[in-house]
T-cell receptor, first 115, second 107 residues
Framework: NAGVMQNPRHLVRRRGQEARLRCSPM?????VYWYRQLPEEGLKFMVY????????ESGMPKERFSAEFPKEGPSILRIQQVVRGDSAAYFC?????????????FGEGSWLTVV | AQRVTQPEKLLSVFKGAPVELKCNYS??????LFWYVQYSRQRLQLLLR?????SIKGFTADLNKGETSFHLKKPFAQEEDSAMYYC?????????WGAGTKLIIKP
């Protein structure tokens, strides 16, 4: 089992461009979570998805950010019209189910730098 | 209730001495635990995760489910280890943070 795979590991975007971060969950996992680590703020929850459904997006900024987890293919975190404040590490995690007893496994993260 | 406890707000040790930063958790399932470090005037950095079982900057942490602990250890402290250290737990999918321990390494 290859683990949670994220790509790209590092992404540089100019202000106003779009950033797409991909996450392939572990085999057999249908629950995906996205977290963001901003400087000085530590890791924070963004969104929780189950195949084709957004379960909880309470941590997502209201504008420019969207996430999907299609029936086929990886989960995508999309940031439109990036700004310098979007520079952060974005971590994806997956689990086979939800709740205690279902360990969440993290990917290595994608580092977005907006210049 | 899920929570993370770092009992020491401040820990001061001499350079070369062993360091142990305590972290205890309360969680009903199998936890995913992290240690973060924040050096003076720098951003919070991920130090290590229990799942990856790696040693970063000489620090290690072992999950002890019996004692519900995830203590951070280093055999020989260095002056550059002075920083704030935070323990965090993933509960369901939300993160729960400890209050942090300030580590001071005396020369």
């Amino acid at each position: 089992n290859a683990g949670v795979m994220q790509n790209p590991r590092h992404l540089v975007r100019r202000r106003g461009q779009e950033a797409r971060l991909r996450c392939s969950p572990m085999k057999g996992h249908s629950h995906v979570y996205w977290y963001r680590q901003l400087p000085e703020e530590g890791l924070k929850f963004m969104v929780y998805l189950q195949k084709e459904n957004i379960i909880d997006e309470s941590g997502m900024p209201k504008e420019r950010f969207s996430a999907e987890f299609p029936k086929e293919g990886p989960s995508i975190l999309r940031i439109q019209q990036v700004v310098r404040g979007d520079s952060a590490a974005y971590f994806c995690a997956s689990s086979p189910g939800r709740g205690s007893g279902n360990t969440i496994y993290f990917g290595e993260g994608s580092w977005l730098t907006v210049v | 209730a899920q929570r993370v406890t770092q009992p020491e707000k401040l820990l001061s040790v001499f350079k070369g001495a062993p360091v142990e930063l305590k972290c205890n958790y309360s969680y009903s399932g199998s936890p995913e635990l992290f240690w973060y470090v924040q050096y003076s005037r720098q951003r919070l950095q991920l130090l290590l995760r229990h799942i990856s079982r790696e040693s970063i900057k000489g620090f290690t942490a072992d999950l002890n489910k019996g004692e519900t602990s995830f203590h951070l250890k280093k055999p020989f402290a260095q002056e550059e280890d002075s920083a704030m250290y935070y323990c965090a737990l993933v509960s369901d999918y939300q993160l729960i943070w400890g209050a942090g321990t300030k580590l001071i390494i005396k020369p």
